[in-house]
């Protein structure tokens, strides 16, 4: 059974830092796309990082040079380095794991998710 499990959010002041972890396990790690989803209060949830099985990255405008996602496949985990927060980055965040070895920005074409951790920055 796919088992993706998120940590590391948490409440910090604007321009803080934090990285989130999300463990994953039932399945072979290195075979599929991994994102980062992220979903404010009364938002729709929007796409904001993959990486690929190389480890090549791609990133939402939005935290482009802010945010660092990477993968560790012997640790069957994906990371999110998050810098330079704002306070509009508060959100539950989500991992999720890609239907496709390709990488989507849409959230229609990730089967598996994560109970999210939530991020809360503070001005």
């Known amino acids: 059974q796919v088992q993706l499990v998120e940590s590391g959010g948490g409440s910090v002041q604007s321009g803080g830092s934090l990285r989130l972890s999300c463990a994953a396990s039932?399945?072979?790690?290195?075979?599929?796309?991994m994102g980062w989803f992220r979903q404010g209060l009364g938002k729709e949830r929007e796409w904001v990082a993959y990486?690929?099985?190389?480890?090549?990255?791609n990133y939402a405008d939005s935290v482009k040079g802010r945010f660092t996602a990477s993968r560790d496949n012997a640790k069957n985990t994906l990371y999110l380095q998050m810098d330079s927060l704002k306070p509009e980055d508060t959100a539950m965040y989500y991992c999720?794991?890609?239907?496709?070895?390709?990488?989507?920005?849409?959230?229609?074409?990730?089967?598996?998710w994560g109970q999210g951790t939530q991020v809360t920055v503070s001005s």
């Open positions: 999720a794991r890609s239907s496709y070895t390709s990488c989507p920005t849409s959230s229609i074409y990730y089967k598996y």
């Open positions: 039932g399945y072979t790690y290195n075979q599929y796309c």
């Open positions: 990486v690929n099985n190389p480890g090549n990255t």
